[in-house]
């Protein structure tokens, strides 16, 4: 291990990551932080009443909140530009990286951040209605991508997880988020159609159960695939393909021992 930290580890890692990984990787992080600004400022804007009596517990509630963001980040192992700033230069004082992979780092990461901060505003932001009462169905497709990427990701984190407790936290901060600012999920929109009057479950279905589902698939799979990218390209199942076809041999040999006991 390096004298220096994990830190210094981590820049090392960084510096050995393809580009297009790291591209990608950064332009995730842009729009989990995304997340964390958006929960911010529905902190702020629902708010104003406590806004115009006591602006300073506002701003202490949105310090509380946004981190969500910065939290996802870190358990998912995503690139953001402000940690770099620290890490790179580390590495490069110690020699354990060459000096020019703080500009090639620093340029890419920063323009995956904005690719990812621009595409939660203009995307996920923009035209998922979040202050309309009653979204259409578009916007109830766009919400349900948030809402799903994030569950997906509180399910990734807690796999990542040993302790009870830290399988709990690292569920409860994205679906924080998503109960707050995003609520499209298939389940939650069967949910609303149950407690509809049935001459409007047709409507409901169509409008609200529909679109949630569609946009939860490519949800979860902003939330798998980039997984898959990342970090399964080389990993074989690890010998697991055959699981079920083992454990109906396995049955087989027990009974066959067990009539033959008899």
């Given at each position: 291990m390096l004298p220096w930290g994990s830190e210094g580890i981590l820049a090392v890692a960084k510096h050995n990551t393809r580009y297009d990984k790291t591209?990608?990787?950064?332009?995730?992080?842009?729009?989990?932080?995304?997340?964390g600004g958006l929960f911010d400022v529905i902190i702020s804007g629902g708010s104003a009443g406590l806004q115009a009596s006591n602006?300073?517990?506002?701003?202490?509630?949105?310090?509380?909140v946004f981190p969500v963001g910065l939290v996802t980040i870190v358990l998912q192992g995503l690139?953001?530009?402000?940690?770099?700033?620290?890490?790179?230069?580390?590495?490069?004082?110690?020699?354990?990286?060459?000096?020019?992979?703080?500009?090639?780092?620093w340029t890419i990461v920063f323009f995956g951040n904005l690719a990812g901060s621009l595409f939660f505003a203009a995307v996920l932001s923009k035209y998922d209605g979040l202050v309309v009462v009653t979204p259409d169905w578009y916007q109830i497709f766009i919400?349900?991508?948030?809402?799903?990427?994030?569950?997906?990701?509180?399910?990734?984190?807690?796999?990542?997880?040993?302790?009870?407790?830290?399988?709990?936290?690292?569920?409860?901060?994205p679906i924080w988020v998503f109960v707050a600012s995003l609520p499209a999920c298939t389940f939650a929109s069967m949910h609303d159609i149950s407690c509809s009057m049935v001459s409007m479950i047709s409507d409901q279905f169509h409008r609200s159960l529909i679109a949630a589902f569609l946009g939860n698939i490519i949800g979860a799979l902003f939330v798998g695939l980039?997984?898959?990218?990342?970090?399964?390209?080389?990993?074989?199942?690890?010998g697991l393909r055959d699981v079920e076809e083992v454990r109906v041999e396995r049955k087989i040999f027990n009974t066959i021992d067990s009539e033959r006991s008899v």
């Open positions: 591209l990608f990787k950064a332009s995730l992080a842009g729009v989990m932080l995304s997340f602006p300073g517990i506002v701003k202490i509630l949105g310090g509380f690139e953001l530009l402000t940690s770099n700033l620290m890490t790179f230069p580390m590495a490069v004082l110690k020699g354990a990286i060459p000096w020019w992979s703080i500009p090639v780092n919400r349900g991508i948030g809402c799903n990427w994030l569950v997906c990701v509180a399910v990734w984190q807690a796999a990542g997880a040993r302790e009870t407790y830290s399988k709990i936290i690292a569920i409860w901060f980039p997984a898959v990218y990342f970090y399964l390209g080389d990993w074989h199942a690890g």
